[in-house]
């Protein structure tokens, strides 16, 4: 492979994320000292489903390094309304552009399209699959706010089957001391691959259908929103909607230090009554996204270079896993 891309946290090891939470801590600590780092290079942001978070941090994020994004738009005004194939769209983007970040609807489309580029690619999120710059800013909060990933209880719940982020998550934190609880409904249990996954690397884990009884034992609970876009029959998604919502009240049997973290949009999983409790941190978490994906970025661009010969620091070319 030529470049250096993040399709999966599947192949990021510990040394490689550390690399990357490391460096966003220096940058958030001095953010002046590289707001011209990057002066030359631009961003392609393609995004094939809706964002707000992502799509607008990766464009803060090179800013402030100096660079600049080129976006896509909607597919609506692309020619992918022509029938231009993601493959052709992908090709000439990164002859526009020194990166490029990609969301699609479609699993395995970041991986698919990353064979077609001749710049790094970043999987932005692919359906169902991966959230890998997501599951960073997950990562570098759960240090910043619970002091440390080794030796964490992490509980993550609600949609489970569908939630990119949770995939990516539970994978990243195989390769710390962590102990992961998954808390939903039977019918939005992880899926049997992700599970096979963490089986096959030891991961400790434990699955619930209810917080309780798990909620005390939890140094971070990561809660997510139901994917009602991912249900293929809205029957299904009426019937667990809802279920797995917290308020303040909720939280009274939680530790004093459980963090509470959402990749967020929210729609009712978090009542707004939580956010006023010492246990929200999911707007920090958010804000967390700008230093962690210039971080990533600064990485990438380092290894495009050459990296002093060495080889590139992050994601399936140079960072992967030795297994
Ligand atoms: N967390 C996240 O991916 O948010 P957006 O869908 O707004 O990018």
Redesign the pocket.
């Known amino acids: 492979m030529d470049h250096d891309h993040v399709i999966s946290t599947r192949e990021l090891s510990r040394a490689a994320i550390e690399r990357v939470l490391d460096r966003a801590a220096e940058i958030a600590a001095d953010p002046g000292a590289v707001a011209d780092r990057h002066a030359d290079r631009v961003l392609g942001l393609c995004f094939f ?9 990766f464009e803060a994020a090179i800013k402030r390094l100096g660079g600049d994004a080129i976006d896509m738009g909607g597919v609506d005004s692309s020619s992918v309304t022509k029938g231009e194939s993601l493959a052709d769209t992908v090709r000439v983007l990164s002859g526009y552009a020194d990166a490029l970040v990609l ?1 699609h609807p479609s699993e395995g489309a970041a991986r698919m399209a990353s064979e077609f580029v001749s710049v790094p690619l970043i999987n ?2 692919d359906g169902a699959g991966q ?1 890998p710059s ?1 599951t960073l800013l997950d990562l570098y909060s759960m240090r910043e706010f619970a002091g440390g990933l080794d030796g964490l209880t992490v509980g993550i719940m609600g949609d489970l089957k569908y939630g990119r ?1 949770v995939h990516s998550l539970a994978a990243a934190l195989t390769e710390f001391d962590a102990r992961q609880h998954f808390v939903s409904p039977e019918s939005l249990r992880l899926p049997r691959g992700v599970r096979y996954d963490l089986h096959e690397s030891g991961a400790r884990v434990r699955e619930h259908e209810s917080l309780e009884g798990v909620l005390g034992e939890l140094d971070v609970l990561y809660v997510t929103r139901i994917q009602r876009e991912r249900f293929p029959d809205e029957n299904e998604y009426r019937k667990v909607a809802g279920e797995y919502r917290i308020d303040a009240a909720t939280l009274e049997d939680a530790r004093a230090e459980c963090v509470v973290l959402h ?3 929210r729609v009712d999983e978090i009542a707004p009554d939580v956010d006023d409790t010492p246990h929200a941190a999911y707007f920090e978490q ?1 804000h967390n ?1 700008v230093p962690v994906r210039m971080a990533l970025l600064d990485l990438l661009f380092d290894g495009a270079n050459g990296g002093n010969g060495e080889q590139s620091p992050i994601g399936s070319a140079g960072g992967g896993r030795d297994r």
């Open positions: 489903e809706p964002s707000t978070r992502t799509r607008m941090s969301r932005a999120g959230h997501q982020t990749p967020l949009p958010a996204g």
